[in-house]
């Protein structure tokens, strides 16, 4: 499955964002869909997970009532709906694709796509 985020940009700490993952190839319902962020000079953090078929979700504690992942496994599409931005959000955002469930550490994806970046100012 190929895998295309989109939706970063520049913000204002406070703003929101939506980013959105677009898949093509193959079946997408197959796939636990997740999102990961990198700052600069950190490692590729877990952000959340959304189970094939939407019915579970997850969002790493510390983001919890910010961040919201949902899918349209009709459209091929998984986005991650961000509030009220922090700087500390800074990041480059990537989608990827997973076989079970609940896969918290890169390793366990096996697609990615290319990350998008978002920046929050002050």
């Known amino acids: 499955v190929q895998l295309q985020a989109s939706g970063g940009g520049r913000v204002q700490a406070g703003d929101s964002l939506r980013l959105s993952c677009a898949a093509s190839?193959?079946?997408?319902?197959?796939?636990?869909m997740g999102w990961f962020r990198q700052a600069p000079g950190k490692e590729r953090e877990f952000v959340g997970a959304?189970?094939?078929?939407?019915?579970?979700?997850y969002v790493q504690d510390s983001l919890k009532g910010r961040f919201t992942i949902s899918r349209d496994n009709g459209m091929k599409l998984v986005d991650l709906q961000m509030i009220s931005l922090k700087p500390e959000d800074t990041a480059v955002y990537y989608c990827?694709?997973?076989?079970?469930?609940?896969?918290?550490?890169?390793?366990?994806?096996?697609?990615w796509g290319q990350g998008t970046q978002v920046t929050v100012s002050s």
């Open positions: 959304i189970s094939n078929y939407g019915t579970n979700t």
């Open positions: 190839g193959r079946t997408f319902s197959n796939y636990v």
């Open positions: 990827a694709a997973a076989t079970s469930w609940l896969p918290s550490r890169p390793s366990q994806y096996s697609y």
